[in-house]
């Protein structure tokens, strides 16, 4: 089943992809008052990471990742290294689902079961997938602007409410160097720059394949400025210390703007995360569904959204025993485990091994885009 969607639409996607439950956190705590350069330091980082995701789309312009892994690596091989990537972004959905469900339990309804919270999401965000990308693509492009305005106008708001900012506590700036900032930051190129690998099965999808690498460099460029601003509000309102023990320091930031009666934006704050949930997880789940469709041959993956949608609400169960293990588990084990190897280990071999068989030879997709 042929879809296509426009270059602005895989711009929106792509940032409410990678700004999804980014901005639910703070990012890499040990930096300290420094997390928002390393956020912007490794903004290359990630950009080497497009480079490498979208030479591969050109070289395979018609293909998604798991239909040119087996071209790549041989049937069987590249079969494996499919089904892996399948089930890679199932686990990664069945994270995100876990993440929303438990902002939800702990702010809002702790006395309702988290089956039912993870149920109720779950079928929300398997709609998305089963109505397709460009469906969700379409909804993207308005949704992009109104988003980006929500994140102006809180900060405009925090600044605005008395005695919550501080901008001192900024400083020291690099107190430790450069060198302590790249060491404390490297998961960046994990989440979330090196979450552009999802994109691999949506690139053949776009109907101005020029523009495809340009519009890839763009979002990974805009969504880092953007986290790191919110790095920023978090540190001057909340503090090094007080954003490093919330466990949702955006949710805790929103609690501190008391302008008249613009108090407890905290509840509109979930329902915009919610939003941006809604499309980190379909797009993800569709990418699961697609890829699984064309190993299959089955015609169309919407029909693949209600059994997806199954097992990752009960991968998200039982993913860990509680929200503190699932934590460590998402920061310590499955950037090194999981991450490292499928976000970059695979393609760059893959890449290396494209060019060991074919050697130098560019495809017409290539030539347009050489630079």
Known sequence: METKISAYQLFAIMVLLLFGSAILFFLTPEAKQDAWLALLIYIPVGIIESLLYTNLYYKYPNDTIVTYLPKIFGKFIGYILSVVY??????????IVRDFSELILIVSLPELPSLIVSITIMVIFAYGAFAGIENISRAAQLTLPILMFFVILVFILLYATPDVVKMQNLKPVLENGISSVIKHGWLLITFPYGETIFFTMIYSSVNEAANVRKVSLLAVLFVGIILSLNTIMFIVSLGVAGASASLFPLFSTMRLIKLGFLERLDVFVIVIMIIGGFFKVSIITYAAMLGTSQLIKLKDPKYLAIPFGLVIVIFSIFIAKNYPEHI?????????????????????????IHYIKRGKKKSPYDCQNKG
């Open 86 to 95: 399948i089930l890679y972004f199932t686990y990664l959905s069945a994270r």
């Open 328 to 352: 460590v588990i998402g920061l310590k084990w499955t950037p090194l485990y999981i991450h490292i190897p499928l976000q970059i280990i695979v393609p760059l071999t893959a890449l290396m």
